[in-house]
Nanobody, 117 residues
Framework: QVQLEESGGGLVQAGGSLRLSCAAP????????MGWYRQAPGKQRELVAT???????NYGDSVKGRFTISRDNAKNTVYLQMNSLKPEDTAVYYC???????????WGQGTQVTVSS
């Protein structure tokens, strides 16, 4: 089982910024796409952003222009820079990693992001 280490969540006022990090174990070979999803209370889990191993990014409509996903392949780490946060961004944010060799997706334990108005 692959354990992903997430960090960076917390409480912030509307208009503020947070940066999330998610590190996969160093012994994982051939990580493909990495990404972030979120789930608010009573809602389905939704895409926030993904990034391929080559750096191609994709964003959910609600975060375009405010969030930036990036990755450090040498560290097996994906980041999510969140700016201009809104109360509707409040959710548990989950990291997701796809491993090419096993063809499986792995999820982090989730980190809470709360944006106060």
């Amino acid at each position: 089982q692959v354990q992903l280490e997430e960090s960076g969540g917390g409480l912030v006022q509307a208009g503020g910024s947070l940066r999330l990090s998610c590190a996969a174990p160093g012994n994982i070979l051939r990580i493909g796409a990495m990404g972030w999803y979120r789930q608010a209370p009573g809602k389905q889990r939704e895409l926030v952003a993904t990034i391929t191993s080559g750096g191609i990014t994709n964003y959910g409509d609600s975060v375009k222009g405010r969030f930036t996903i990036s990755r450090d392949n040498a560290k097996n780490t994906v980041y999510l820079q969140m700016n201009s946060l809104k109360p509707e961004d409040t959710a548990v944010y989950y990291c997701n990693v796809f491993t090419v060799i096993t063809g499986r997706h792995y999820w982090g334990q989730g980190t809470q992001v709360t944006v106060s108005s």
